[in-house]
């Protein structure tokens, strides 16, 4: 949680966003909390409730994108923050758990409206330090 | 001239040329100045136009006006045309927002007898026009009320008291676009919309109260209803969560079409359908009857808008004089008839971030404005101001009937915000003589005045190629974002 594993690169009108992770899984939790990152101080949120994502086998690029549609999706239809993420990986599939609670607007101030998680210039890398990846979300 | 490994060719004092290369199916042209290409360039902007140029099927050009910047797939400030026998269609051409857009209505105040309860009134407006994130609106719709609202769109919120007849005609399109399939539209999407009518949302989207600062053109001042120093209002808003959703769901669907047809573009972001297959009519459908949903939203903020001002001013409807000048979408495809090659064409427009600026004569404007050209609102940064365009006759030999959307934005949201760190945008915007009332200083901060190109320059290149003609330019005196 206090460890920051994901910062915001240049881009003109939406948000470009840089993630690390030692592994796969620790990258796309950092990937969903970096997410909620954006939408609020997740300091503030409580982890009362637990949401499971499951991941299909894809390509890692793929895997990325479908975590973060469901992640998003939990926020416009449930209005759901997240305060952590943890995943495990196993034959391929990926589970990440995620940790919060509904919006409360006496407690959290959302930042901003995320329309979208797009495919544009969506990366993911492993090299000798650990895995990064890059998206870009449409505000 | 080259900019890193784009070949550009400027062509006159507005118009620059990507030429044809590579597996481009037709050359780039961008609408700008020389010295708006040093912003242009600094980002992926010009390497999209000349992506969008490999679309297939489509006819003249790859065009880019002057705000644009970078987008995901398009970018934003791009116009594609398409010929529907050969061609695709490709939400990245429209964008999440679709059929985002911009109202105005005009009022019989002036601005001198309003800004003594200035204050009074921008409070009220924040407090009743729902804005910011997770906003919901008082009017729900569901089940056979959203297949309505989906399927007709203004005629929808005429039925159910809250436009006018002279609402419905003064919107684009009628504010139908009547290719609209409620069941192409998902249960997720229909859930997203269901309380979100007549809300505004954040980020980029506005209500504002402007004050007529300059008429450049007094006829068709005369004929859009405005006069100096007049009070107006501005809204910008969108299709919302719906309007995301659909872009969404057909994005999936659009790039498993890609792979079994083998359609191979440039980037990912350009996913497309060919537009008679029976994916590109569903997608044509579903961004119908979000289209619809967003005519009807901004429909809904502004009878809302009106109904606080004459609370507030307690005045009667006739006192208050509030009435639609015109709305125009600028995140749109639709078919549209314009001369190619000489030959009158039908084709599919995308307009992303851009207007549709039908001249004066063309048969889809309304009576009111024919003589003159359709009404164009270009909003700039919150603190400058904005202008009232009508849309003229290069527009249809050099664009496609489109012209600009807005300034665009210069400066990224990190940068803004970079930028407004350790100062109050609030007190700011009030030197300026502009009150704000915002959700989120967050938002604030990266909708700085700053973090926007000078619209009066973009306006310029629109008027200066024959696109579109000046009508007024509107000041800033309240803003309420979400």
Redesign the interface.
Known sequence: MTRRRHR?L??????CVEVRGDDLPSLLAAAAEALFSL?TDRRRVRPKERKILPVPPAPPEEQLYLLL?QAL?LV??E?FLVRSAGATMESGSVVVALAGEA?DPARH?????I??V???A?SVRRDAGGWTARF?V?? | MRFQDISLRKISDTAWEIPQAGGMLVPGRIYASEEMMGDIVRDEALRQVINVAHLPGIRSFSIGMPDIHWGYGFPIGGVAAMDPSVGVVSPGGVGYDINCGVRLLRSGLGIESLRPRLPELVAALHREVPSGVGSTGDVRVAGKEMDRVLTEGSRWAASRGYATPEDVEHTEDQGRFPAADPEAVSATARKRGEDQLGTLGSGNHFLEIDEVAEIHWPEAAEAYGLFPGQAVFFIHSGSRGLGYQVCDDSLDRMAEYMRSHRIVVPDRQLACAHILAPEGERYLASLAAAANYAFVNRQLLAHRVKETVERTLRMGPRDAGIRLVYDCGHNNAKFETHEVEGKARRLLVHRKGATRAFPPGHPDLPAAYRAVGQPVFIPGDMGTGSYVLAGAEGAMRLSFGSTCHGAGRRMSRTQAMHSARGRSVVSDMERRGVLVACASKRTLAEEIPEAYKDVSAVVDVVVRAGIARKVARLKPVAVVKG
Do not use: C, G, M, N
Request: aromatic share 4%.
């Open positions: 915001l240049p881009h003109t009108a939406d948000l939408l549609r999706l416009s239809s209005r919006a101030e959302l930042f901003r409206e329309k979208a797009t495919r544009h969506l870009i449409d505000v």
